[in-house]
DNA sequence: CGCGACGTTGATTTGCCTCAACGATTGTGG
DNA sequence: CCACAATCGTTGAGGCAAATCAACGTCGCG
């Protein structure tokens, strides 16, 4: 647990109380293929780093249709952002499923925030993540509104290289918000033409 | 510009020592409607604190289609967060133009990470806003994929009840993904239905 | 082996875009 | 204060990218 914990704060360089202080207030998880982290209904209220594996979280609409908001592999975290951090506090509706068995770190948002007074060193770097993650997702929306389907797997294939043995088309389908027959139609296209 | 910064700062109530190092770092800034803050190529450093007034950012792609990213009004914060966080320091793409006449403080964002580590309040509270300007970012990205042109027009007089006397039809379909047309078809359509 | 999950292909539909023209509104200078 | 121009919004006709619906290969696993 201590190299795990050690390994997430690696940029910040925790002291002997400091990680004390830590590792008291987080529990590793396992997470096998398929398996959710969260129910339906289930209020999250924890944070989840990702040390090994592959989760996605996703939603399902009111037509039943997926969703796929973000993909997460080791040295991100992951949750539901929208019911952890949004102002309406209704249940969730996002689903956090494993893609490749995972070992992670959970911790509560409580206490990561507690932690996050106690010790300013992580606030900054949580603020790092919050920062370019954030950018991130504004750069997605701009993505979405100004490319094609196509311009944005192809932007897809290069902004996640290594990802296509874990994930299925369908996973990709429904974060590109397209669906699978169209992805089909796009891979095709693309290969036709080497 | 003491009583302002004490309106950014409202929730954490800063003391006179803090209050001062705060403001040796800000400025004022008065802009007038269609003025923009941040010109082509320019690179940004800064965030701005909205007083009063409303601005929005946009930004213009390859096709010379203008797509809005956000609206900000009395209480928010703007800037160009994807040239601002983002890991490719590529210069702004991104415009910030003034819809209303507004005044605003900016504060450098150097200097602004240097008050969050002396001052641990400030972080948190940028903390509070970082996690639910994420939230509601990442609820965009799934309405975009869900909801139909309609809809998220709907959404989006709910969501701003008042901002239609200042932003242009055309504001508000680049900030929806659609043409002004459209949204003008859409609007006849919910008119008539009365 | 056989079944279910996944991916592909084809035919058709549709929501939104494009292009073009024309009202309506706003602002500005004489 | 009016006249005219520029900006903004509306309407129509036609087109296209992607969705929908349906059927059929293919792969992997119990």
Not at 65 to 87: M, V
Request: proline residues 2%.
């Amino acid at each position: 647990m201590k190299p795990i914990v050690r390994e997430i704060f690696e940029s910040i360089e925790l002291n002997n109380e400091e990680l004390h202080k830590v590792l008291i207030n987080v529990q590793k998880i396992e997470v096998k293929k398929k398996e959710l982290l969260l129910r339906e209904g289930q209020r999250i209220d924890s944070i989840y780093y990702i040390h090994n594996g592959c989760l996605r979280t996703y939603f399902i609409d009111s037509s039943g249709k997926e969703h796929t908001l973000q993909f997460a592999i080791k040295g991100w975290w992951i949750s539901d952002y929208i019911s952890l951090y949004g102002k309406d506090s209704s249940k969730s509706v996002t689903y956090i499923e494993c893609i490749k068995s995972a070992t992670l770190v959970k911790i509560s948002k409580t206490e990561f925030d507690i932690l996050c007074k106690e010790i300013p060193k992580i606030s900054h770097l949580y603020i790092n993540k919050l920062e370019s993650a954030f950018a991130s997702f504004q750069k997605r929306i701009l993505e979405n509104q100004t490319l094609s389907a196509k311009e944005r797997y192809i932007n897809f294939i290069n902004n996640y290289p290594n990802i296509e043995q874990n994930v299925k088309n369908y996973h990709i389908a429904s974060f590109l918000g397209i669906t699978t027959e169209s992805l089909s139609r796009i891979r095709k296209e693309i290969t036709d033409r080497k």
